[in-house]
Nanobody, 130 residues
Framework: QVQLVESGGGLVEPGGSLTLSCAAS????????IGWFRQAPGKEREGVAC????????YYTESVKGRFTISKDNGKKIVYLQMNSLKPEDTGVYYC???????????????????????WGKGTPVTVSS
């Protein structure tokens, strides 16, 4: 059973940084793409970033490009989301998610980012406010 546990959320001022972590229950990082999604109050969930299990290629939504970095440590079974230059509109609950990725197909990974993944964590809240 795939279990994902997020951590690292909190309150940060605009312009600040946070690093979120997603710990996986098993060695799924070799076969599953991992994504980060967020949901702001009153808004629909949106994909933020995902990383391929095949070649580690990252994919980002346009609004976070150049500010957020997704990375993974296969040995520790952890995926990170480094968030810099945070803005109030980055506020929301951040979820880690996973889905099978055996090809690294960019179109498929982009679709995962757009439409969601199969397995989900419970989320960690991020608030960007002064």
């Amino acid at each position: 059973q795939v279990q994902l546990v997020e951590s690292g959320g909190g309150l940060v001022e605009p312009g600040g940084s946070l690093t979120l972590s997603c710990a996986a229950s098993q060695s799924i990082l070799r076969y599953y793409a991992i994504g980060w999604f967020r949901q702001a109050p009153g808004k629909e969930r949106e994909g933020v970033a995902c990383i391929s299990s095949v070649d580690g290629s990252p994919y980002y939504t346009e609004s976070v490009k150049g500010r957020f970095t997704i990375s993974k440590d296969n040995g520790k079974k952890i995926v990170y989301l480094q968030m810099n230059s945070l803005k109030p509109e980055d506020t929301g609950v951040y979820y880690c998610a996973a889905d099978v990725d055996t090809t690294g197909n960019p179109s498929l990974l982009q679709a995962m980012l757009n439409y969601g993944m199969k397995y989900w964590g419970k989320g960690t809240p991020v608030t960007v406010s002064s």
